[in-house]
């Protein structure tokens, strides 16, 4: 690291281009709109930066430097012009402009700008094509160009790439653009499957911010070095392309760049961020398009094209009406895209790696029964070699989606062979390997945190990041090639455990072509450490009812705490008496006494399944399943517990639902789910151990209680300042509203959409949907800026909290747009314990909420801004205890996963 402190490599770029990106809030600029605008500039000042490096080379060499763009384009020539300026206008040889219509100028003269010297800058008129000028205010553009002038760059490595994709990466942590973002470690797992060669064509129909594009482009582009370093002739004319003298490794380079790699991308906005990203990996005629994958013209034009395909399709009900033309239709795109990937593969060659697809599929595909998906499976099993199913955890795409899915790797057969197959009326595939990734290296939750730290901190790492499981996977999938290469009687002592297993073709037609992996688990757990027994044999269900009316206190199931008494369920979500929250007749509600298990059966795909320990005897709901264990001698309820709860058990329990309306876990479905039973010793071994964790998680929660219901004491606040009505110090108050969820078309846009749900904390939002801007349009919902304040005053009563980000409010909450005369930081303090008290006023009573008046009226104390300052400085030291509490419960839920692994699960 250099000495200058103000220069940054790219693991710090993070936090400092953030910095930098919100100067254009205050040309209020919408957040889709001003990262748009930011990652141009930033783009420029990059590529301008490599460009340096470039003249640095040729003058060490002296040899002659020939930038790509003319002098006067390049950011370093106007930047300096624009902060010798007044702040105002530039003075050039053409006259005097604005700053703001002298960079616009620039930015077109961009769009038009000639190839000279045979150098092809078709990419650069490509991304300033059509650009939409957004930016009003000459100050906000002189502000940009001086951060982004200060920020300087380490040179030993290839940081423009890499800094780029920091920022494409912020982009996807931002909830922006969420939807088009893979995350980068998935991304190094499937290049890592494919292992695309030197020559081969690479392809992705789903191209987002390209990043599996450029990962193939990295991979092979190493392959090359390895060759020079080998001895590869270089500076010596040895080959010809395009009717040019070149030395064989450069020849090679340039058919990387301009004859490997092809790609389709149809949002407008994110397909220029995926050419930024593709031109600062010096990938300089990337055969990049903005274009629909699944019309007609495209399947045509990519038809047997490629030798690797590698894409994150979308998936879920096509926003569009008219699609291609496809052997099996259905309105949904995981339908389609896996049709278009299959037809884009070219035949395999004799001789040469198999052409090949690695890609990420809803597990919908593998199971669904319409005739539609099975004649999809029929088609990918017969004509195509299914080498490898990888199944994710539920949750690697949050906070976007927490879907199911899998990765697919699958190849094409030479044309020989596949005649050969029609003529036997035969199947290409003839075992496919199941492999289940439990772990990714994040945590499942909403908000994905790494486990062991990475991407945090100063020095995060997105380049080699945790992988938990997908190592051991990758190792699994090449010892199976080989065995598949040269097989022997039996199969290789590495298969049929429980992280991976197989199943033949005659398995899977017997199945009717399902390829749900868990039908053909033989084995689990490592069935020779621990006896496999079905749940039904140590469990049974308890029905007894309420029948003499006793007065016995009423539970619930809560997915966090637990079985925890109704009302405190119930009082986030429900206004009025407590005793309004369940049924004044309870003669059919069931009795529980301790250690009985209970879960809700529409719920407990997402881990609602409680456990009595400290219950005496009381009440659940009719609806709910109870059950306990038939022999403690043999079976310890706490043991079964802990082990209900892991993610393996609920991965079990989503294969087990059913329903054609909302899934349902019966209680003999349940109790047809095999597990691994240690004996009885070793299960209360493991339960000492376990519930050590687990005391640290409860008083985990009982700090993270008392820090939140002691809120903020009022002396904090005290001082002799004024008192003013928060009217005075908003520029507005906004109500929310919930867009039609009849129109499918508006939940799949880009703009955040929120609940009072959502709101975790006064600095966290967990988005889980989207919507478009014709949603906003025809909605009551409101866009609220970031930095501003949102507090919920319907359901969810209390909760308030700083948004960091643009985000759409539903009815259930209001956002205070602030003015200068307050922090952002300092209200949502100050009005802590006076939004809280709205809370308390409602319980009891039949307050409905708070509204815009309540608010206006709230009177806060406005100190001066050094004050307000300091006091922030203060308070944020309560709630980073806060987040390091919730850190420490998160790693004693680490602790308890990785006990049950190691010693239940033979991990």
Known sequence: ?????????????????????????????????????????????????????????????????????PNHLRFSTWAEKILASDGKTVKTDDGEFTIVDYVRNIFSELAEVKDHDGRDLSLFRRLFKNHIWRIRYSPTIKELIKRLKDLELEQNFDVMGRAYEFVVQKLGEQKQYGQYFTPRHIIHFMVELADPEIGEKIYDPAAGTGGFILRAFEVVKSKIDNLVKAGMRVNESTAAYNGVQFDEAEMLYRKLKEESLYAVEKAPDVYKLALMNMILHNDGKSNLFEADSLDNRAQLEHKE??????????????????????????????????????????????????????????????????????????????????????????????????????????????????????????????????????????????????????????????????????????????????????????????????????????????????????????????????????????????????????????????????????????????????????????????????????????????????????????????????????????????????????????????????????????????????????????????????????????????????????????????????????????????????????????????????????????????VRKFITEEAVENSTTKIIPANNIIVATRVGLGKLCLNKFDVCISQDCQGLIINENVMPEYMLFALYNRVQSFKQESQGSTVQGVTKDHLKAIKIPLPPIEKQQEIVDFLNVQFETLTNIRRLKENAKQTIKMILDREVFGE
């Not at 600029?29 to 748009?36: P, Q």
């Not at 469990?539 to 539970?555: A, C, G, H, K, M």
């Open 305 to 766: 094209k490629y030798d690797v395909v590698l894409t994150n399709p979308p998936y879920g009900p096509l926003a569009q009406s008219r699609v291609g033309t496809f052997e099996f239709h259905a309105k949904r795109y995981e339908a389609l895209f896996i049709q278009h990937i299959m037809a884009a593969l070219r035949p395999s060659e004799p001789g040469k790696k198999r052409s090949r697809a690695v890609v990420i599929i809803l597990d919908k595909i593998l199971f669904d029964n319409s005739s539609v998906f099975k004649n999809i499976r029929m088609k990918l099993l017969r004509e195509f070699d299914l080498k490898a199913v990888f199944s994710m955890p539920a949750g690697i795409f949050q906070p976007y989606s927490g879907v199911k899915t899998s990765v697919l790797y699958f190849e094409k057969p030479t044309k020989e062979e596949w005649n050969e197959t029609k003529k036997q009326n035969a199947y290409t595939t003839k075992q496919v390997l199941f492999v289940d990734v439990k772990d990714d290296g994040f945590t499942l939750t909403t908000q994905r945190r790494p486990i062991n730290g990475a991407f945090q901190g100063d020095d995060p790492n997105i380049y080699e990041p945790p992988c938990g499981n997908l190592p051991k996977a990758v190792e699994v999938f090449r010892k199976w090639i080989d065995w598949i290469n040269n097989p022997t009687k039996e199969l290789p002592d590495f298969i049929d455990n429980d992280f991976c297993w197989t199943a033949t073709i005659e398995e899977i037609k017997a199945k009717d072509y399902n390829l749900n992996p868990g039908l053909y688990k033989n084995l689990i757990c490592q069935s020779r450490k621990h006896n496999i027994v079905r749940l039904g044999e140590i469990i049974e269900q308890i029905t007894d009812r309420n029948v003499l009316s006793e007065e016995l206190p009423v539970y619930s199931v809560s997915k966090e705490f637990g079985i925890i008494p109704a009302e405190n369920y119930f009082k986030e979500n429900v206004y009025g008496n407590n005793e309004e929250v369940y049924a004044k007749n309870l003669n059919s509600y069931k009795i529980i006494y301790k250690d009985y298990f209970v879960y809700n059966p529409y719920r407990i795909n997402i881990g609602s399944i409680g456990f009595a320990d400290n219950v005496v005897k009381g009440l659940v709901s009719p609806a709910y399943v109870v059950f306990k264990v038939k022999d403690s001698k043999t079976t310890d309820s706490r043991f079964l517990y802990y082990l209900l709860k892991t993610d393996w058990m609920m991965n079990k329990i989503n294969e087990a639902v059913s329903g054609s309306i909302r899934d349902t876990l019966k209680f003999d479905d349940l109790a047809n789910i095999q597990i691994p039973l240690p004996p009885l010793p070793v299960q209360q071994e493991l339960v000492a151990r376990l519930d050590k964790q687990q005391a640290i998680i409860e008083q985990c929660n009982a700090m993270e209680k008392a820090i939140l219901e002691a809120g903020i004491d009022d002396s904090i606040f005290e001082g002799d300042w004024e008192w003013v009505e928060l009217e005075s110090l908003c520029n507005d108050i906004l109500s929310g509203g919930t867009p039609s969820t009849k129109v499918e078309a508006y939940w799949k846009g880009s703009i955040p959409w929120i609940t009072s749900a959502d709101i975790q904390g006064i600095y966290e939002i967990n």
């Open 1 to 69: 690291m250099a000495q200058n402190n103000n220069k940054v490599d790219f693991h710090r770029l993070g936090s400092e281009l953030w910095d930098i990106a919100n100067i254009f809030r205050d040309d209020t600029l919408k957040t889709t709109e001003y990262l748009e605008e930011f990652s141009y500039f930033l783009f420029l000042k990059l590529f301008d930066e490599r460009e340096k490096q470039r003249e640095e080379l040729a003058r060490l060499d002296g040899t002659k430097f020939v930038p790509d763009l």
